[in-house]
């Protein structure tokens, strides 16, 4: 009942403040500057202002107990000032609360006040519309574009987005009240003067309209971020999907006004000027109904959650659109593009029969066919199969101690058909069955979401011998053979990675992993993202001692240049051998965590002429990996591989020095597989 309160009292006030913006924009726009009492229309208008008015101020009012409902969890404080009150000086939800009521009660005494003026000029319009845009701007601060980010760049589009909604919406009530009355015989002056206004409305309604479509999709891009399978299986996507239905319809009645009624009506004394009129009447109160429709349904998608916040548990479709997954075969980017250009032969269509007045076989028939045929065209090849768990997202983070895990699992459950390395050396004798996959080198990261290979390990594959595990292991462990499987393609990508940075190019996300140090220091490799680089040293005792002592030597010098130094040990150090080390190095020697670390970088340790791909694979002495502030793996020295490398110390600056003059290309790497 709360709910059905709440979405009654949101929808009401805001049609209602919609109604009164527009309205007066309305008036400003035609420039009405003579006694209302010349103009009845405008009289009745201008009465129901300080109602609607009232309407804003009640609405919060009931938005304000609902809030105040939900937030405390306590159904009966939605009838307590008290807790009203509590909510409105301690929250800031109650701050942006009460800057809507005070605009809003501001508001109904400029409308009861212009109501007691003899005389209207177009100041007081443009001075009430600004006072109705108050409570819209501020209601703004309450929507999901605010919650992630409190900025002008994500507030703005959804400000005007509303603000143009009601210059729209809000001026179809003026529009009605000049139909009807047009409905009486006015004479050829007033009658023309009404006309007039029509088509000013008209004029201004076509730029409104493409300026609130652009705003909404801006808008919708944020809260969607490039979760668009939301869309086809959300509550939001939904809503959003039937909120364009409604708008759809909406633009087909208004082109038929702005094209053919209207024009009906700018000659009085012909015979269709009274069936232009009787379809203007009857279908602007038809368009009004289903905006106040629409209205309610934006409103409620307001409050619902954002379609890139909304976790798919069970994709209820056989199927799904993939373009990076199908782009590159056969014959896909022909069958695509002509099916494009069927659908642009079909608008065409459709506006040159709307044009030439054709008839319904051109305007609808034909176009239809056209559209029907595209898409039946383009949409089959960028289709490819799907699971109820393709968009499940992974409740286990992909870090170090995951991918350890996932390695154990790998090596128990895998290795006999992928191999150690996840080659896929074990051919299979039926021709009928397919070969184990190629984990290692093959991509699979378009064709297949972590959901998809979650299906698959819990469920197996279909004619290969891949076993479903769902029974073996646990969905912890499920994740933790994903994120290992993650970490198995990106370090085998990372073999791109040399010496030398590549400006502006991260890429592969460095591993995150806990660790506890000699000197004391302790934490997660996050804790230096957006402060400092780290360059993480792997190395054996005693062969790393010549590098530890060139390291110690320009360690403040690689301070300087904002990063920090963690040595990670590939073999356990005694008490003896850690002493050593910290008499001769200033940066801390890793004690705890080190095993997950060491055994997690392994598998990033390839570089381009040694791929080192058969067998269980060798382990270098000493390696070095450089990981930029914003989380990514952006250099690499091998000292087996790459000769003197990192040992010039001007060489590693140079490196150094490319990260720091950068700025944030990429966002950090998620917790997550993707």
């Known amino acids: 009942m709360i709910e059905i309160i709440a979405a009654f009292a949101r929808w009401s006030q805001l049609a209602a403040n919609l109604i009164v913006f527009g309205s007066c924009v309305f008036l400003l726009i035609i420039g009405q500057t003579k006694n209302v009492q010349e103009t009845p229309w405008i009289m009745r208008l201008e009465k129901m202002f300080p109602w609607l008015a009232g309407i804003v101020v009640i609405g919060l009012f009931g938005v304000l107990a609902t809030t105040t409902s939900g937030a405390t969890g306590d159904a009966a404080n939605a009838w307590n000032p008290a807790v009203w009150l509590d909510i409105v000086l301690k929250t800031q939800i109650g701050h942006v609360w009460a800057a809507r009521a005070v605009f809003a009660v501001i508001l109904l005494a400029a409308t009861i006040r212009m109501l007691c003026t003899p005389n209207r000029f177009r100041w007081h319009y443009g001075l009430c519309a600004v006072l109705a845009a108050l409570p819209l701007i501020a209601g703004t601060l309450m929507s999901h574009s605010s919650a992630d980010e409190m900025s002008f760049e994500a507030i703005a589009p959804y400000a005007i987005h509303i603000l143009l909604a009601g210059v729209w919406f809000g001026a179809l009530p003026a529009f009605l009240y000049i139909l009807f009355q047009l409905r009486n015989n006015l004479g050829k002056t007033p009658t023309q003067i009404a006309i007039d206004y029509l088509q000013k409305f008209s004029a201004f309604a076509l730029p409104t309209m493409l300026l609130l479509v652009v705003t909404g999709v801006i808008v919708t891009d944020r809260l969607v971020d490039e979760k668009y399978h939301t869309?086809?299986?959300?509550p939001y996507g939904w809503l959003l999907n039937l909120k364009?239905?409604?708008?759809?319809?909406?633009?087909?009645?208004?082109?038929?006004?702005r094209n053919k009624w209207l024009p009906m009506l700018t000659r009085p004394e012909s015979d269709s000027y009274r069936d232009g009129l009787a379809h203007f009447n009857q279908w602007v109160r038809i368009e009004f109904v289903l905006a106040l429709i629409l209205v309610l349904i934006a409103t409620i998608l307001a409050n619902t959650l954002p379609a890139k916040h909304t976790l798919i548990e069970l994709w209820p479709y056989p199927f799904r659109f993939s373009i990076d997954a199908t782009w590159q075969q056969p014959d896909v980017a022909e069958k695509v593009w002509f099916g494009l250009a069927m659908l642009v032969l079909a608008i065409a269509t459709a506006w040159c029969a709307a044009k030439q007045n054709a008839g319904a076989t051109l305007k609808i028939l034909l176009?239809?066919?056209?559209?029907?045929?595209?898409?039946a065209l383009a949409l089959p090849p960028l289709a490819i199969k799907a699971y109820p768990e393709t968009y499940k997202k992974p409740t286990v983070p992909i870090d170090a101690i995951s991918i350890v895990a996932g390695a154990q699992l790998f090596a128990e459950h895998c290795t006999a058909c992928h191999g150690p390395q996840g080659k896929?050396?074990?051919?299979?004798?039926?021709?009928?069955?397919?070969?184990?996959?190629?984990?290692?080198?093959?991509?699979?990261?378009?064709?297949?979401?972590?959901?998809?290979?979650?299906?698959?390990?819990?469920?197996?594959?279909?004619?290969?011998?891949?076993?479903?595990?769902?029974?073996?292991?646990?969905?912890e462990d499920l994740w933790d053979l994903i994120n290992f499987l993650h970490a198995l393609a990106r370090g085998f990508d990372a073999r791109l990675i040399g010496t030398m940075v590549a400006p502006d190019l991260p890429e592969v996300a460095s591993p995150v992993f806990n660790y506890a140090a000699s000197d004391g220091s302790s934490g997660n490799l996050k804790d230096f993202r957006l402060q400092k680089n780290v360059l993480l040293v792997l190395f054996a005792w005693p062969q790393s001692k010549d590098r530890f002592l060139q390291l110690a030597a320009v360690y403040d010098r690689i301070r300087e240049l904002n990063t920090e130094i963690l040595a990670v040990p590939i073999h356990t150090l005694d008490e003896q051998q850690l002493q050593q080390i910290t008499n001769i190095v200033p940066f801390p020697i890793i004690t705890e965590g080190w095993q997950e670390i060491k055994d997690t970088y392994w598998w990033y340790r390839r570089v381009r002429t040694v791929p080192d791909l058969s067998g269980k694979g060798m382990f270098p002495q000493h390696m070095e990996f450089l990981t930029d502030r914003f989380g990514y793996l952006r250099a690499r020295w091998v000292a087996q591989f790459e000769g003197f490398g990192w040992q010039n110390y001007n060489a590693l600056a140079q490196q150094l020095t490319q990260l720091n003059s950068e700025n944030e290309i990429m966002p950090p790497p998620g917790e997550h597989a993707h």
């Not at 869309?231 to 959300?234: D, G, Q, R, V």
């Not at 364009?244 to 038929?256: D, E, R, T, V």
């Not at 074990?426 to 699979?444: A, E, G, Y």
């Open 367 to 375: 176009p239809g066919v056209f559209t029907i045929s595209s898409l």
């Open 424 to 475: 896929g050396t074990r051919p299979v004798p039926d021709p009928d069955v397919r070969d184990p996959t190629d984990l290692l080198t093959q991509q699979h990261v378009a064709g297949y979401t972590v959901g998809n290979v979650y299906h698959q390990l819990a469920h197996g594959i279909r004619g290969t011998d891949m076993p479903g595990f769902a029974d073996k292991l646990s969905e």
């Open 244 to 257: 364009l239905l409604f708008l759809a319809i909406i633009l087909a009645i208004a082109y038929q006004a």
């Open 231 to 234: 869309l086809a299986a959300s």
